[in-house]
């Protein structure tokens, strides 16, 4: 095996060869494929499962064999990138949406769009129709199958709302209405809110209470951002109001959760996975919690983000194996296995919409945030972002909260900084 | 003749050489190279010319990275310094086991890996209720966010870089002051000369070069300064920096256009004008070694 | 009287002052170990964890990394990495050390100009062609890939030649009127006197090997050759589910090594600075 491996290096200046030589001898020779994953789905539970799935595959296909590799999040694209680099490529391989634009730049992922419409009908019919289309960045261009993903969720720490008098029975329904609650918990000497200006994807939850996937994004053709100054100086006036509020951590921070659970913060908007820290803390310290829809600015209307892992193929001569392998682990019966056993959202609608997963309360609740939420950087796989477009965002919704900016001249300035950031 | 003369010379010096043209001096000319060039890794590379530098120089990020590492270099290489040498000092005047004992626990800081120590200096730099803020609400002062107050985030950084490194320029300090023939201090003893005195004389004299090893490699790596704002931050290859870019360095913002926008002609670019900068400070400590060392 | 006292004034100082450094470098390494022996979901940052409260819980997490990862054989992989690394920094480096501290030959200062100079380029220029060089000689996930490229280390070369720098010229001449060749001077005059130096890299070294992350995370990319700081990656992802305290378990095991390492070979450092202290 590890000779296989050094051929396979040594080769690697000529692929081009290789590939064509070794495309006719694939079916009959053993075949290892390489699949990487997130580290969190390589670990206990999720591991098992994985390699269940992996197991059923390779019976039905005799003489291969799948390895799965898991790796940290920047990891990953750091290791796809080299890959790529070097011609090492993983076959399959997860990442998230929002790095497709590179992975396509340094041709690690392959167009599967005639592959994916020569599927039975019913098969795609089983996805979730927004999540697909952001594996497509043309309409004959498919880049990925659109795999795990979330919706932001709105944890409310119960014992905190209740000690501010709040009646926690029914979730804000509206955002002045949390705002109310909010100025409430922080009168009665408690946090309400991490800092939301401090993190991209908060300063993005936010945005959306106001606005929505038309407002948000960007416009790739002329290299602009597509948010709309009305309603960011909204947004703005927002993050001012909190200011005072807010417990000035970010909501990643693991001071965050700390707040939350010693009860000192009462609200943490944030992804599903936090969970386990809190249900841990349910159980030991008698931490009192849920979680609930982000509210908006009307009633109806939900904040919050939301984001899928992709799994995508490489060109080369196993990619139609690998293809296959990644239609099998997102197909309905192994999507809806994987939502039951660690009660997390994905991408397969059908999977969700089955009896036994759509009775887990933390997927009831995620299948509805992401139903009504904002794609966090859509749209995937044109163009790669630029560094200093997340951080002029997070930078001037700082200013404006610390009060350098008035929401309005903070909102034109950071469109301005924005616009001149894609034009680079 | 000559060849046969300086022959061994050369062979002792052939391993270094030969591994160190293959494993820095070429990949660091292929860097120069791609420096000029459009290059993702996989594409062939297209000559851009000086576009990569031009971007690179107009860049707000440059600017502020840039801003940062000098403030940065200008507090934490001579605070490190001194309290290194401070450590040692101390260390040399406890004798047998509790030497052993300081001289350890000094340095055991050095042994974590860098990632270890900046994931524990998150925690105790919380807000509210850090420790340190914690120690802080004791003596009734308000609580600080060290690490996204852009007032106190460069030297949260400082704090914990001193922390990590002190141990170990202690210990080459140490080495250095071993090596300080004894029979220095007892004529100056004799001579009549206070402690303070001999410090002054004898043992900051007979130190200058490990001192200046110690400057110099602290300076040249505070340049690069990468791990631990990289973590302090909570940073990945698409945000980094923290809070309105107070801890952006170079470095990191090199790592963010290379693997985070995969644009390695750019990043390699970067490189270059950082190590212009860290060449010039070096040459700077060079020519005053050699003026000190003519006066 | 005053005499009498000034000394002792100054010994309760010094060892106040040696004290409370020792808590401020120790504390924050003990505070981890105590939220590592804590029951999981209790809060991190609050209280002032000044004991473990949950031995069970500790060993629990522990063995449920173990038993999760492969953490045993990325011990081994990065011993091994360590282990050769200083070896090959060592030898290699002493070798040329010797040269450029001690002699003179044409070609030095502009051969010793470029190593030095190559300490001021930072790794991530050279990343990318290391990286690709290091494929195209098939090494990508072997141990020699991880291994060969980091034995050049100009730092080791700076190091030594200070040191080595400090050897009387009279010494090395006497060594050459009594008949010793070039190697042997190097091997029974040169590595002798610069003992201290060399275990002192040789500890520095393996520190810089233990906590290197970037370089194995590109060229081992497959589990069978993660080092320790790659699985200790594994727990680190900011979004993964991983509770804080498993994270701080995988954390703490990475250290461990290190601090043994440096507790057996502070013996030998002790044992070569009193050498030296008698010679010189």
């Given at each position: 095996?590890r ?5 396979r290096?040594?080769i690697?200046?000529v692929v081009?060869?290789a ?10 020779e053993?075949?290892k494929?390489?699949?990487w ?7 206990g539970?999720a591991?098992?499962l994985?390699q269940?799935?992996?197991k059923e595959?390779?019976?039905?296909h005799?003489?291969?064999s799948i390895?799965?590799?898991g790796?940290?999040d920047?990891?990953?694209t750091?290791g796809?990138?080299?890959g ?9 391989f997860m990442?998230?949406?929002s790095?497709?634009?590179?992975l396509?730049?340094v041709?690690?992922l392959?167009n ?16 979730d129709?927004?999540?697909l289309k952001g594996?497509?960045?043309k ?7 659109p ?7 709105l944890?409310?720490n119960?014992?905190?709302?209740e000690?501010?008098?709040i ?5 804000p ?5 949390w705002?109310?609650?909010m100025k409430k918990?922080k009168?009665?000497?408690m946090?309400?809110?991490?800092d939301?200006?401090l993190v991209?994807?908060s300063v993005a939850?936010?945005?959306?209470t106001?606005?929505?996937?038309d407002?948000w994004g960007f ?13 960011m100086?909204k947004?703005?006036?927002k993050?001012?109001?909190m ?6 951590t970010?909501?990643?921070d693991?001071a965050t959760?700390?707040?939350f ?13 936090v969970n ?7 159980k030991t310290?008698?931490l ?6 982000i509210?908006?600015d009307?009633p109806g ?5 939301r984001?899928y ?15 296959e392998?990644?239609?099998y682990v997102?197909e309905?019966g192994q999507?809806?296995r994987w939502?039951?056993l ?6 397969n609608?059908?999977?969700m ?7 887990l309360?933390?997927?009831?609740v995620s299948?509805?945030?992401a139903h009504?939420?904002m ?23 700082s200013?404006?909260a ?12 950071m469109?301005t ?8 | 003749?000559t060849?046969r003369r300086y022959l ?6 052939a391993?270094?050489?030969i591994?160190f043209a293959?494993?820095f001096?070429?990949?660091?000319l292929?860097g120069?190279?791609y420096?000029?060039h ?16 031009q971007?690179?120089?107009?860049s707000?990020d ?11 270099v ?18 040399d ?26 994931t ?7 807000p509210n209720?850090?420790?340190l803020?914690m120690m802080?609400?004791?003596f009734?002062l308000p ?9 106190t985030?460069?030297y ?13 320029n202690m210990?080459?300090?140490l ?6 023939p004894?029979?220095?201090y ?5 001579d009549?000369?206070?402690k303070?005195q001999?410090?002054v004389h004898i ?22 300064v990468?791990d631990k704002?990289?973590?302090?931050t909570g ?6 920096g923290?809070r ?7 470095v990191?913002?090199m790592?963010?256009r ?16 950082l190590?212009v900068?860290i060449?010039?400070l ?9 003026w000190?060392g003519?006066? | 009287?005053n005499?009498?006292?000034r000394?002792?004034?100054w010994?309760v100082?010094?060892?106040?002052l ?9 504390f924050?390494i003990?505070?981890?170990i105590?939220v590592v022996f ?21 060993i629990?997490k522990i063995r449920l990394?173990?038993t ?7 011990y081994?992989i990065?011993l091994l ?8 920094v060592?030898?290699?480096?002493s070798l040329?050390?010797f040269?450029f ?12 100009g470029v190593?030095?100079l190559?300490?001021?380029v930072p ?7 290391t ?8 090494w ?7 291994v ?5 280390s100009?730092?080791?070369?700076f190091m030594?030649?200070?040191?080595m720098?400090a ?5 090395i001449e006497a060594?050459?009127l009594?008949?010793?060749?070039h190697?042997?001077?190097?091997w029974h005059?040169?590595?002798?006197l610069?003992r201290n130096?060399?275990?002192?890299l ?12 970037m ?9 069978e050759?993660?080092?320790?700081g790659?699985v200790?990656?594994?727990f680190n992802?900011?979004l993964?589910?991983?509770t804080v ?7 703490l ?6 601090l ?5 070979f502070?013996?030998?450092i002790v044992?070569g600075?009193a ?6």
């Amino acid at each position: 095996m590890r000779t296989l491996n050094k051929l396979r290096a040594g080769i690697a200046g000529v692929v081009a060869l290789a590939a064509i030589g070794s495309a006719g001898i694939a079916a009959a020779e053993d075949v290892k494929l390489q699949y990487w994953v997130y580290s969190d789905f390589a670990q206990g539970d999720a591991l098992a499962l994985q390699q269940e799935f992996i197991k059923e595959f390779t019976a039905k296909h005799p003489g291969v064999s799948i390895e799965i590799v898991g790796k940290g999040d920047d990891d990953l694209t750091a290791g796809q990138v080299a890959g790529a680099a070097s011609r090492q490529l993983p076959d399959v391989f997860m990442n998230a949406q929002s790095v497709g634009a590179q992975l396509v730049d340094v041709g690690a992922l392959d167009n599967l769009y005639t592959k994916w419409m020569a599927l039975p009908e019913d098969y795609r019919a089983q996805f979730d129709a927004d999540a697909l289309k952001g594996c497509m960045p043309k309409p004959d261009e498919l880049y990925c199958l659109p795999y795990t993903g979330f919706g932001s969720l709105l944890f409310r720490n119960l014992t905190v709302l209740e000690k501010a008098g709040i009646d926690a029975s029914t979730p804000p329904a509206t955002w002045d209405e949390w705002l109310a609650q909010m100025k409430k918990v922080k009168e009665a000497g408690m946090y309400a809110i991490p800092d939301d200006t401090l993190v991209f994807n908060s300063v993005a939850e936010i945005y959306a209470t106001s606005g929505g996937n038309d407002s948000w994004g960007f416009d790739w053709a002329n290299r602009k951002t597509r948010i709309d100054p009305a309603i960011m100086t909204k947004v703005l006036q927002k993050f001012v109001d909190m200011k005072e509020l807010n417990s000035s951590t970010s909501r990643n921070d693991q001071a965050t959760k700390d707040l939350f659970i010693s009860n000192q913060l009462a609200f943490h908007n944030i992804g599903p996975w936090v969970n386990p820290t809190y249900a841990d803390a349910a159980k030991t310290s008698g931490l009192k919690y849920d979680f609930v829809l982000i509210p908006g600015d009307t009633p109806g209307k939900t904040g919050g983000i939301r984001s899928y892992e992709m799994i995508g193929v490489a060109p080369g001569p196993h990619a139609d194996l690998a293809f296959e392998f990644a239609t099998y682990v997102t197909e309905k019966g192994q999507m809806a296995r994987w939502a039951k056993l660690l009660s997390r959202y994905n991408a397969n609608a059908a999977a969700m919409a089955d009896p036994d997963v759509s009775a887990l309360p933390l997927i009831k609740v995620s299948v509805e945030a992401a139903h009504g939420a904002m794609d966090v950087a859509a749209p995937y796989f044109i163009s790669s972002v630029p560094s200093c477009y997340n951080s002029t965002v997070t930078d001037i919704a700082s200013a404006t909260a610390d009060g350098e900016y008035t929401p309005e001249a903070g909102a034109k300035e950071m469109i301005t900084q924005l616009n001149d950031c894609l034009a680079r | 003749m000559t060849l046969r003369r300086y022959l061994p010379h050369y062979l002792m010096i052939a391993p270094f050489i030969i591994l160190f043209a293959m494993f820095f001096l070429y990949p660091i000319l292929s860097g120069l190279y791609y420096s000029f060039h459009a290059w993702n890794g996989v594409r062939p590379p297209e000559f851009i010319g000086l576009t990569n530098y031009q971007k690179i120089i107009a860049s707000r990020d440059f600017a502020t990275a840039m801003r940062n590492l000098l403030t940065y270099v200008a507090i934490t290489v001579p605070a490190g310094i001194l309290v290194a040498l401070g450590l040692a000092l101390l260390v040399d005047n406890f004798t047998g086991r509790w030497a052993n004992f300081f001289r350890n626990a000094y340095f055991m800081p050095v042994v974590l890996p860098a990632f270890l120590a900046a994931t524990i200096w998150r925690w105790i730099y919380a807000p509210n209720f850090g420790l340190l803020n914690m120690m802080l609400g004791w003596f009734g002062l308000p609580s600080v966010n060290f690490l996204n107050d852009t007032g106190t985030m460069l030297y949260a950084l400082v704090a914990v870089d001193v922390w990590v490194s002190a141990g170990f320029n202690m210990v080459i300090i140490l080495a250095g002051l071993k090596n300080i023939p004894t029979e220095l201090y007892e004529a100056a003893r004799l001579d009549g000369a206070s402690k303070g005195q001999q410090i002054v004389h004898i043992t900051i004299p007979m130190l200058g070069p490990v001192l200046f090893f110690v400057v110099t490699y602290g300076l040249i790596s505070a340049m690069q300064v990468f791990d631990k704002p990289w973590l302090l931050t909570g940073s990945s290859f698409t945000t980094y920096g923290g809070r309105r870019n107070a801890l952006l360095f170079p470095v990191m913002d090199m790592m963010g256009r290379a693997f985070g926008g995969v644009r390695f002609g750019e990043a390699a670019a970067y490189g270059f004008i950082l190590t212009v900068a860290i060449m010039v400070l070096t040459a700077a400590m060079f020519a005053l070694r050699g003026w000190r060392g003519r006066k | 009287m005053n005499r009498m006292s000034r000394p002792s004034i100054w010994t309760v100082l010094k060892w106040v002052l040696a004290v409370s450094i020792a808590a401020i470098a120790l504390f924050p390494i003990w505070w981890m170990i105590n939220v590592v022996f804590a029951v999981p979901g209790e809060p991190v940052s609050l209280n002032p964890r000044l004991f473990p409260t949950s031995i069970p819980a500790g060993i629990e997490k522990i063995r449920l990394i173990f038993t999760e990862t492969d953490y045993l054989r990325a011990y081994g992989i990065s011993l091994l990495y360590a282990v050769l690394t200083i070896a090959g920094v060592l030898i290699i480096g002493s070798l040329a050390a010797f040269e450029f501290a001690l002699f003179d030959f044409p070609g030095r200062r502009p051969l010793f100009g470029v190593v030095m100079l190559s300490l001021m380029v930072p790794t991530a220029v050279t990343i990318i062609p290391t990286y690709l060089l290091t494929s195209q000689l098939g090494w990508l996930n072997t141990m020699q890939g991880l291994v060969v490229p980091g034995l050049a280390s100009a730092f080791g070369l700076f190091m030594l030649m200070q040191f080595m720098r400090a050897i009387p010229s009279d010494m090395i001449e006497a060594a050459r009127l009594d008949g010793a060749s070039h190697f042997q001077i190097y091997w029974h005059v040169a590595l002798p006197l610069c003992r201290n130096a060399l275990v002192t890299l040789a500890i520095l070294t393996f520190m810089q090997t233990w906590g290197n992350y970037m370089w194995p995370l590109i060229v081992s990319s497959r589990p069978e050759m993660y080092t320790v700081g790659q699985v200790v990656g594994l727990f680190n992802s900011p979004l993964s589910h991983q509770t804080v305290d498993t994270v701080m378990t995988a954390n703490l095991l990475a250290a461990i090594p290190p601090l043994v390492f440096f507790l057996i070979f502070q013996r030998k450092i002790v044992a070569g600075i009193a050498m030296s202290g008698t010679k010189g």
